[in-house]
Structure formats: structure tokens, C-alpha cells
T-cell receptor, first 112, second 114 residues
């Protein structure tokens, strides 16, 4: 079945540091890949997505590239801010039109 | 566009009681999903509807759980005879069929079973 593995947190960074959160996946076919963010006390928000190999999703300074050869979708940001402190979830959706989302366990990011 | 809403936001109940949660999706979205999230974990799929039809149910959805979407608009999730293990955040999401399954989430209902 489908699965997503994320690096464990918390990830603790100083403001303006470079961020990488690793995400690898197992799925058949060509899934769509997503990063969701959950700020304290709020619901899940879609951060970015990529629907085919070599696509790069980007939003709010965050980027992730769909790498089929390494089955990865690592999240990066060049300079984090305190306001980026949140829990980040990597997720995939199978390539059937009716698939649900499979999430990783989430990675907490703390920026001070 | 008011987003996905869920009611109540918090529910505390005693073991053995029944509870019901409501989800109102984004108005033009025909797909509606329920997920459960426990502390330190990502959301896990429970069930999903396309319009009023319940198309898929996870094995996590025991016989005590039932979900409906009577007119293809709002949905309810009922848990009968609650157990302490049912304590979790229950999330609802909606999507358009042709939008690569991008799902929009509500704020969730936090259930605590004493």
C-alpha cells in the first residue's frame, strides 16, 4: 500500500537559517505529492503540491521537487522566519481518480 | 468562499455515550472526506463521499462509526458507544473531482472520551 516517511522532529532553527525536511514515499504508479502545514491551533493548510515527476511546487518561499527516481519530495526554504513555526505534513494521493490522502507523521519546526 | 466548517470544535463525553459531528464542505465541492488524527501522528483516512454516495471506508471505521451525506452537501459522523481510544481530532476535507485531489481541510473536532 501507499506510505509516507518524514524525518522526525522537532527541527529547531534560528531565524534566516536554511530548512530541509525530508520526505520519501512508497506508492504504485504516479501519485500526486503534497505538503500541508498546521499552525498552532489551526487546521491543515495546503502549502504546495506537485503532480508529476520533476515538477517543482512552490509557495511562500517553500519549494519541493517531485523526484521519482529517489521517491522523494523534500521541503526546502532558504531563510526561515519565526512565523514558519508549525507542523509540516508530507502526503500523497494515488493516481486513481478516487484516491484519498496518505500522510506522514508530521515534522514540527521551531524557529527562534 | 467560507471554507470547510466543522461543528462542534470540541466535544467531551463519557465512555459509552454517542456523539455526532457535522461537516459543511466548500459549496461546489462534490467530494467529502473524514480523517482522524491522534497526537503526534498524521491524519488517517476514515471514509469518503462523492456527492451523497459513500464510496470508500477504511478498516479503521469500526461498526460503531457511521457517516452520512444525505443530500450531497453537509455530512455527519456518528460514533456510538464511545471508547477512550476514540479520543482524537476528527478532520473533514472537501475537494473537486477534477482538481488532482487537492483537499481543503476544516479546523477539526477534538473529541475527548472520559
Amino acid at each position: 500500500g501507499n506510505s509516507v516517511t518524514q524525518m522526525e522532529g522537532p527541527v529547531t532553527l534560528s531565524e534566516e537559517a536554511f530548512l530541509t525536511i525530508n520526505c520519501t514515499y512508497t506508492a504504485t504508479g504516479y501519485p500526486s505529492l503534497f505538503w500541508y502545514v498546521q499552525y498552532p491551533g489551526e487546521g491543515l493548510q495546503l502549502l504546495l503540491k506537485a503532480t508529476k515527476a520533476d515538477d517543482k511546487g512552490s509557495n511562500k518561499g517553500f519549494e519541493a521537487t517531485y523526484r521519482k527516481e529517489t521517491t522523494s519530495f523534500h521541503l526546502e526554504k532558504g531563510s526561515v522566519q519565526v512565523s514558519d513555526s508549525a507542523v509540516y505534513f508530507c502526503a500523497l494521493s494515488g493516481d486513481s481518480g478516487y484516491s484519498t490522502l496518505t500522510f506522514g507523521k508530521g515534522t514540527m519546526l521551531l524557529v527562534s | 468562499d467560507t471554507g470547510v466548517s466543522q461543528d462542534p470544535r470540541h466535544k467531551i463525553t463519557k465512555r459509552g455515550q454517542n456523539v455526532t459531528f457535522r461537516c459543511d464542505p466548500i459549496s461546489e465541492h462534490n467530494r467529502l472526506y473524514w480523517y482522524r488524527q491522534t497526537l503526534g501522528q498524521g491524519p488517517e483516512f476514515l471514509t469518503y463521499f462523492q456527492n451523497e454516495a459513500q464510496l470508500e471506508k477504511s478498516r479503521l471505521l469500526s461498526d460503531r462509526f457511521s457517516a452520512e451525506r444525505p443530500k450531497g452537501s453537509f455530512s455527519t459522523l456518528e460514533i456510538q458507544r464511545t471508547e477512550q481510544g476514540d479520543s482524537a481530532m476528527y478532520l473533514c476535507a472537501s475537494s473537486l473531482r477534477l482538481a488532482d485531489n487537492e483537499q481543503f481541510f476544516g479546523p477539526g473536532t477534538r473529541l475527548t472520551v472520559l
